[in-house]
């Protein structure tokens, strides 16, 4: 049985609230991003604009422009940031072809089920100036649970998989490393093992203020992780 596009929507929706309790998390994936954070950005898949805020506070970021394909999304996109330059629809509906320096891409690449294709589309953006895609999905197909399946999510990735397809679609590999241990084994119990299909309130908010800031700090500056819930990449455009 096919999901129904509200339910669809419904879900985002949820998976969106979630990253809103976790202010800790959101600004750290933006830190780790800051250095090609620079020039003319492209931020695909915006959804309600959780990073466009913090990516309109850069200060090397001249020119910004979001793309979003969901409707209600890109109408609460306009809403929240009068005068932003935002298209409804996908990479494919930019008609600026124009000088990128980077793109960004959290949390999208998996909705997409020719993510190959969609990496080619970055990479023909950003090789005029070898820009950077600073891109963000979740990893581990053996964590891939009922609640990936509500939040639209065609895959998991791991690391090898990953930069055979940006390799592929003509990138060089400037830093590509698993993220966030703790999360992992986090959601194989709650998702697979309890197959639970929500978030605690509760629980992000604890996760996100008390145990992530440490986490990260030991994964970024003393021992990079081994395994993770996401993987995070940085890929020049050859």
């Not at 596009?5 to 879900?11: L, M």
């Not at 409804?88 to 930019?94: A, C, E, K, S, V």
């Not at 930069?163 to 592929?168: A, D, M, N, S, Y």
């Not at 639970?196 to 145990?211: E, L, T, Y």
């Amino acid at each position: 049985m096919t999901e129904s596009p509200n339910a669809q929507a419904s879900s985002e929706d949820f998976e969106f609230e979630a990253l809103s309790m976790a202010d800790n998390y959101r600004a750290a994936l933006m830190r780790e991003f800051s250095g090609p954070l620079r020039g003319n950005v492209l931020e695909v898949g915006a959804g309600i604009g959780q990073f466009t805020e913090e990516l309109l506070k850069k200060p090397g970021v001249t020119r910004l422009v979001s793309i979003e394909p969901h409707v209600p999304f890109c109408n609460q996109l306009i809403k929240n940031f009068p005068g932003h330059s935002i298209i409804q629809g996908t990479i494919n509906d930019l008609k600026d072809d124009g000088d990128w320096n980077a793109i960004v891409n959290i949390n999208v690449l998996e909705h997409i089920q020719d993510d190959e294709g969609e990496l080619k589309n970055y990479h023909e953006r950003l090789r005029k100036n070898h820009g950077i895609l600073c891109l963000f999905v979740p990893a581990r197909p053996e964590l891939y649970s009922l609640l990936d399946k509500d939040f639209g999510h065609f895959r998991r990735y791991t690391r090898p998989e990953l930069r055979q397809k940006l390799e592929r679609a003509g990138f060089e590999i400037v830093r590509l490393r698993y993220y966030n241990i703790v999360g992992y084994l986090a959601w194989w119990l709650m998702f697979r093992v309890l197959r639970k299909r929500h978030f605690n309130p509760r629980s992000v908010r604890f996760f996100d203020r008390f145990i992530f800031p440490s986490v990260h700090g030991f994964e970024s500056h003393v021992f990079p992780p081994f395994i993770g819930q996401n993987l995070l990449a940085m890929a020049r455009a050859k």
